[in-house]
Protein backbone atom coordinates (compact mmCIF):
# COMPACT_ATOMS: atom_id res chain seq x y z
CA UNK A 1 0.00 0.00 0.00
CA UNK A 2 1.55 3.12 -1.16
CA UNK A 3 2.49 4.90 2.24
CA UNK A 4 0.29 8.50 1.74
CA UNK A 5 -2.61 5.92 1.73
CA UNK A 6 -1.00 4.57 4.69
CA UNK A 7 -0.48 7.69 6.43
CA UNK A 8 -4.07 9.15 5.89
CA UNK A 9 -5.61 5.51 7.33
CA UNK A 10 -3.42 5.66 10.47
CA UNK A 11 -4.17 9.14 10.72
CA UNK A 12 -7.92 8.84 10.24
CA UNK A 13 -8.57 5.74 12.47
CA UNK A 14 -6.57 7.48 15.32
CA UNK A 15 -8.51 10.87 15.25
CA UNK A 16 -12.49 8.59 15.14
CA UNK A 17 -11.01 6.02 17.81
CA UNK A 18 -9.40 9.06 20.29
CA UNK A 19 -12.85 10.91 19.89
CA UNK A 20 -14.55 8.57 20.95
CA UNK A 21 -12.55 7.67 23.63
CA UNK A 22 -12.19 11.09 24.72
CA UNK A 23 -16.19 10.96 25.53
CA UNK A 24 -15.90 8.78 27.23
CA UNK A 25 -12.95 10.74 29.22
CA UNK A 26 -10.82 8.07 28.39
CA UNK A 27 -7.02 9.61 26.99
CA UNK A 28 -5.54 9.85 24.02
CA UNK A 29 -3.05 7.71 24.64
CA UNK A 30 -5.24 4.56 24.64
CA UNK A 31 -6.77 5.47 22.10
CA UNK A 32 -3.83 5.48 19.98
CA UNK A 33 -2.89 2.24 21.04
CA UNK A 34 -6.20 0.94 20.85
CA UNK A 35 -6.39 2.13 17.06
CA UNK A 36 -2.70 0.63 16.08
CA UNK A 37 -4.35 -2.73 17.32
CA UNK A 38 -7.51 -2.73 15.01
CA UNK A 39 -5.51 -1.47 11.99
CA UNK A 40 -2.39 -3.36 12.93
CA UNK A 41 -1.32 -7.17 11.09
CA UNK A 42 -3.00 -8.76 14.46
CA UNK A 43 -5.92 -6.67 13.99
CA UNK A 44 -7.79 -6.42 10.68
CA UNK A 45 -4.72 -6.23 9.41
CA UNK A 46 -4.32 -2.78 7.54
CA UNK A 47 -0.90 -2.06 8.16
CA UNK A 48 1.19 -5.08 7.45
CA UNK A 49 4.86 -3.27 6.85
CA UNK A 50 5.47 -1.81 10.50
CA UNK A 51 8.73 -0.71 9.28
CA UNK A 52 7.47 1.98 8.42
CA UNK A 53 4.81 3.07 11.33
CA UNK A 54 8.38 2.37 13.67
CA UNK A 55 9.80 5.12 11.84
CA UNK A 56 6.67 7.75 12.17
CA UNK A 57 6.64 6.13 15.77
CA UNK A 58 10.39 7.73 16.59
CA UNK A 59 9.75 10.71 14.62
CA UNK A 60 6.45 11.17 16.70
CA UNK A 61 8.77 10.47 19.92
CA UNK A 62 11.06 13.18 18.54
CA UNK A 63 8.70 15.85 18.08
CA UNK A 64 6.52 14.83 21.75
CA UNK A 65 9.54 15.51 23.33
CA UNK A 66 10.39 18.57 21.48
CA UNK A 67 7.20 19.80 21.99
CA UNK A 68 7.65 19.61 25.84
CA UNK A 69 10.83 20.84 25.91
CA UNK A 70 8.99 24.46 23.83
CA UNK A 71 6.81 24.45 27.02
CA UNK A 72 9.67 24.42 29.88
CA UNK A 73 12.09 27.37 30.65
CA UNK A 74 15.74 26.86 31.65
CA UNK A 75 14.86 28.94 34.87
CA UNK A 76 12.34 26.53 35.85
CA UNK A 77 14.26 23.68 35.11
CA UNK A 78 16.84 24.62 37.75
CA UNK A 79 14.56 25.32 40.11
CA UNK A 80 13.48 21.46 39.78
CA UNK A 81 17.22 20.10 39.50
CA UNK A 82 17.05 18.26 42.01
CA UNK A 83 13.23 16.68 42.13
CA UNK A 84 14.42 15.94 38.20
CA UNK A 85 17.30 14.19 38.94
CA UNK A 86 16.03 12.10 42.40
CA UNK A 87 12.75 11.55 40.80
CA UNK A 88 13.48 10.66 37.18
CA UNK A 89 16.69 9.07 38.11
CA UNK A 90 14.79 6.96 40.21
CA UNK A 91 11.90 6.33 38.16
CA UNK A 92 13.68 5.51 34.79
CA UNK A 93 15.87 3.09 37.38
CA UNK A 94 13.00 1.38 38.99
CA UNK A 95 11.40 1.23 35.28
CA UNK A 96 14.67 -0.67 33.70
CA UNK A 97 15.13 -3.08 37.01
CA UNK A 98 11.65 -4.03 37.04
CA UNK A 99 10.81 -4.33 33.84
CA UNK A 100 13.84 -6.43 32.66
CA UNK A 101 13.19 -8.56 36.07
CA UNK A 102 10.06 -9.25 34.60
CA UNK A 103 11.68 -9.96 30.57
CA UNK A 104 14.17 -12.26 32.31
CA UNK A 105 11.57 -14.23 34.06
CA UNK A 106 9.86 -14.90 30.54
CA UNK A 107 12.96 -15.12 28.40
CA UNK A 108 15.84 -16.15 30.72
CA UNK A 109 18.06 -14.15 28.26
CA UNK A 110 20.26 -11.35 30.49
CA UNK A 111 20.82 -9.73 27.15
CA UNK A 112 17.67 -8.97 26.10
CA UNK A 113 15.91 -8.62 29.90
CA UNK A 114 17.89 -5.40 30.02
CA UNK A 115 17.27 -4.07 26.70
CA UNK A 116 13.92 -4.45 26.83
CA UNK A 117 14.08 -2.88 30.13
CA UNK A 118 15.73 0.31 28.55
CA UNK A 119 13.10 0.07 25.97
CA UNK A 120 10.34 0.44 28.74
CA UNK A 121 12.09 3.21 30.99
CA UNK A 122 12.09 5.49 27.57
CA UNK A 123 8.61 4.69 26.46
CA UNK A 124 7.49 5.37 29.78
CA UNK A 125 8.92 8.87 29.90
CA UNK A 126 7.66 9.94 26.77
CA UNK A 127 4.18 8.55 27.67
CA UNK A 128 4.03 10.52 31.40
CA UNK A 129 5.17 13.37 29.85
CA UNK A 130 2.23 13.25 27.08
CA UNK A 131 -0.27 12.55 29.67
CA UNK A 132 1.17 15.50 31.69
CA UNK A 133 1.04 17.86 28.45
CA UNK A 134 -2.72 16.60 27.84
CA UNK A 135 -3.84 17.45 31.26
CA UNK A 136 -1.74 21.01 31.19
CA UNK A 137 0.65 20.37 33.87
CA UNK A 138 3.96 20.47 32.16
Known amino acids: MEFLILLEIIFIVSAVVVFLLHKLKIPSLVGF ?38 EFSVAKLARMKKAIITGGGSQVFLTIALSAAAAYLSTRNLNQSVFFGFLIALSSTAIVLKMLADKGET
Request: charged share 10%.
Open 33 to 70: LVAGVIIGPHGIGIVKDTHAVELLAEIGVILLLFTIGI
